[in-house]
């Protein structure tokens, strides 16, 4: 680290002043990739499929450590790669794979890569259509047939593919485009998650939806709001310069209507659970 930090003030002092970052800003980038991890769902599929809850909460905390130590990792490559290619702005990893591998590592290194970003696509295609089909179109039409269900989920994969392609094109970077669907899931779907999981009407008690107190409505109105919030913070120039992106003020809309919402829309006559 002192040999990187003398070569990088060497070419630009501004790298290494840590006195320049936006400590509003660097809290919003670590949410954002924090919550946006917890609520992937194919991170939560990991969950249900554990033998106990212990496990599960375990695996979670253990995996998600370990994604913001390899991400750490990626930061500390570039840093090296600026040292020995100055010029060099973008394509880190491909620069690396070109100049300090041999070539069979290089072509290993990109089949791994090529791999993993195709077990990447499929699984969150194959959750974002389970999703959408179990959440959204089941509850309107429960007696589809099986044929039925087959033909929408295929429809919608290839759908939910083709929106994911044209997404791309708005950003100049990929890691803009998965910033940005970060935001909008750990905004505010984390903050539900967290609240529909600690307010209780019985604390003892394990969760159930008879024992939140967090509403249905509650629900849908922080999911929309929070995600317009999310998206005005995060594209509007003038509103993303406050906080850094809209992560924060989506967490914050989520959690306040949340309470809100549910507290007005709460059957009075249900008995309270003792």
Not at 73 to 89: D, H, Q
Not at 111 to 137: E, K, P, Q, R, Y
Not at 257 to 272: C, K, Y
Request: charged share 15%; glycine share 8%.
């Amino acid at each position: 680290f002192a040999f990187l930090a003398r070569e990088l003030r060497s070419i630009d002092p501004l790298l290494w002043d840590l006195g320049q970052i936006n400590w509003i800003k660097t809290l919003n980038l670590f949410l954002t990739a924090a919550m946006g991890t917890v609520v992937l769902q194919v991170f939560w599929q990991r969950c249900f499929a554990a033998e106990k809850p212990a496990e599960a909460r375990n695996g979670m905390i253990f995996t998600g450590v370990l994604a913001m130590v390899f991400v750490s990792c990626t930061a500390l490559a570039g840093m090296i790669v600026r040292v020995m290619n100055p010029e060099l702005s973008t394509g880190v990893g491909a620069w690396m794979m070109k100049e300090l591998l041999p070539q069979w590592a290089a072509l290993l290194m990109f089949v791994f890569l090529i791999a993993a970003t195709m077990s990447t696509a499929d699984s969150n295609l194959n959750s974002a259509a389970v999703c959408i089909m179990n959440d959204i179109l089941l509850p309107f039409c429960p007696e589809m047939s099986d044929k039925m269900k087959i033909r929408f989920t295929m429809g919608i994969t290839v759908s939910t593919g083709i929106f994911a392609v044209l997404g791309t094109m708005y950003f100049k970077y990929i890691m803009d485009f998965v910033n940005f669907a970060y935001t909008i899931a750990g905004g505010t779907l984390c903050p539900l998650v967290i609240v529909g999981l600690l307010w209780k009407k019985d604390k003892r008690a394990p969760f159930s939806h008879e024992n939140s107190r967090v509403t249905p409505m509650a629900s849908k109105v922080s999911l929309v709001a929070g995600s317009v919030v999310a998206i005005l913070f995060s594209t509007v120039p003038e509103m993303k310069a406050l906080f850094g992106g809209g992560v924060i003020p989506a967490g914050l809309a989520t959690t306040g209507l949340l309470f809100l919402v549910s507290s007005l829309g709460r059957d009075r006559s249900h008995v309270e659970l003792k």
